[in-house]
């Protein structure tokens, strides 16, 4: 899910998934970087969020 908060210029990733069948298919990148890339220009800054205990290790991909 991504959004934007047009009263603060804030771009928001939240809960970015990938079946397990499709990791390390570099598909969690893309689609992070698609929103980001659609973010640039209307946002100022970006916030993320998941669940930091998560096996699939959300942080890993939110800083690739």
Same mark, same amino acid.
């Given at each position: 899910? +991504? *959004?934007?908060?047009?009263?603060?210029?804030?771009?928001?990733?939240?809960? $970015?998934q990938?079946?397990p069948?499709?990791? @390390?298919?570099?598909?969690?990148?893309?689609?992070?970087?698609e929103?980001?890339? @659609?973010? !640039?220009?209307? +946002?100022?800054? +970006?916030?993320?969020?998941? *669940?930091?205990?998560?096996?699939?290790?959300? $942080?890993?991909?939110?800083? !690739?």
């Amino acid at each position: 899910m +991504a *959004d934007l908060d047009t009263s603060v210029k804030e771009g928001v990733l939240e809960w $970015i998934q990938v079946l397990p069948q499709y990791r @390390r298919m570099n598909l969690g990148t893309s689609l992070v970087n698609e929103l980001l890339n @659609r973010l !640039k220009g209307k +946002a100022v800054f +970006a916030t993320v969020s998941g *669940d930091c205990s998560n096996v699939s290790n959300p $942080i890993r991909l939110y800083k !690739k």
